[in-house]
């Protein structure tokens, strides 16, 4: 390996994201794969995702791992309930965490943020790494300006533990950054059932679907009089995500604090 070389840490290892983050390093001549986590450990990370044996195993102690692997960038593809725990650690070592785990709330951002700036260190969080995700959030947030008036539905599978999605969130902030803010709808609107009209965020909804079978969809739906539009993005492949995963690897070395969102890569 050349000196030149991004020294990676993999969270998650064994999960569906993790394994195709550990592949893409693998196959990535600018980076070296330094150290495999999960819950599960014991298998070599190059056998567990088809590849030849790299000689690094998947272990199961974050903090030894960051301590004893040298890792520059930690990518992170754990689950809601550990990614807060598990970034602040890698940032106390000076780790510089990429994150596509979804789930936190700004107050978690900000904190992180705090905490990457103590170190001098920079992150990411990025809810989507698919370009063509990012594409769909940036249009829809410039359609809000002309068509205020507007919904966002998203589907992922019926695993999946947050809800509304990373993706849907993000969207919506990008959203009201050109929607002037308004509730939409009738004020005396009542719902007999229960949560039957989704989220309300800054006076528009969204809604989250979660059937098996779907891997991840989202669509943004602008009504205005006589006319409506559909943005629409579908991942098929989790492959789709690795491009911008190995930027934000390459990107990340450069920062100061947290960068939250992949679409501030896509000028
Ligand atoms: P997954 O298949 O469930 O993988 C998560 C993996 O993390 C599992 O192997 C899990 O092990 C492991 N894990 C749990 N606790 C851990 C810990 N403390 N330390 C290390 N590993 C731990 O989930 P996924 O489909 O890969 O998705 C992971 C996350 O990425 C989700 O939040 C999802 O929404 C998000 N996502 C983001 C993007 C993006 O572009 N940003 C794209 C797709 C998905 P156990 O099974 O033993 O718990």
Redesign the pocket.
Known sequence: MSDQTIKVAV??A?????KEVVKMVLSSPELELVAA????GGEDAGTLVGLDPCGVMIQND?ELALIESGAQVIVD????H?VLK?TKMAIKHKVRPVV????FTPQDIEELDELCKKEDIGGII?????IGAILMMKFAAQAAKYMPHLEIIEYHGDQ???AP??TSVKTAELISESRKEFRQGNPDEKETIDGSRGGQYNGFRIHSVRLPGVF?QQEVIFGGYGQSLKIRHDSYD?EG?MP?VNLAIQKVMDLNGIVYGFEHFVE
Do not use: E, Q
């Not at 986590?37 to 599960?40: A, E, F, G, H, P």
């Not at 593809?77 to 809601?80: I, K, L, V, W």
């Not at 596509?100 to 789930?103: A, K, P, Q, R, S």
């Open positions: 969270s998650g064994c999960g569906r994201m993790g986590i999960d819950s599960k974050l593809f754990t689950t809601p550990v598990n596509g785990t979804t789930g990025a809810p989507n790494f698919a999946k533990l947050d999605s990373g991840a989790r995500y911008g």
